[in-house]
């Protein structure tokens, strides 16, 4: 499971080099490192079923998870979205747009078995 989860994101983490000149080069580095230290807690609540992957490329709780867990989730998210907010300003696309770029590329690279939403909010598990 977690071979499979390097590659989605090792293209994320590059993704936010690329973007580097939008977040200060502190700030990124800073996100890259938490985003880095939460991926194996992350992945096992995957594993476990108790997040997913929605279409907003965003984490969604779907399972009875810790306070301390919640909290992770909610940073995780906070991340992510400072990380879409830059690349959308960088590209001149709606932050919306880059959200489902980004889930699609989520869907893609997803191990089997972690929950994903479709673009019409359904769940499922991928095979």
């Known amino acids: 499971f977690v071979k ?3 590659p989605r994101i090792t293209i994320f983490l590059l993704s936010l080099f690329v973007f580097a000149p939008l977040v200060h080069s502190q700030d990124l580095g800073q996100i890259r490192n938490q985003m880095a230290e939460r991926l194996p807690a992350i992945d096992d609540l995957k594993e476990d079923g108790l997040i997913g992957e929605s279409k907003d490329g ?6 009875s998870i810790s306070p301390e867990q919640r909290k992770m989730v909610e940073a995780e998210n906070k991340d992510r979205m400072t990380v879409y907010n830059a690349i959308a300003k960088q590209t001149g696309q709606p932050v919306s747009k880059v959200q489902e770029q980004r889930a699609a590329q989520l869907a893609k690279t997803s191990a089997p078995g972690v929950w994903l939403q479709d673009a019409k909010g359904n769940w499922y598990q991928k095979k």
């Open 4 to 6: 499979a989860m390097i």
């Open 58 to 63: 965003l984490l969604s709780i779907r399972g």
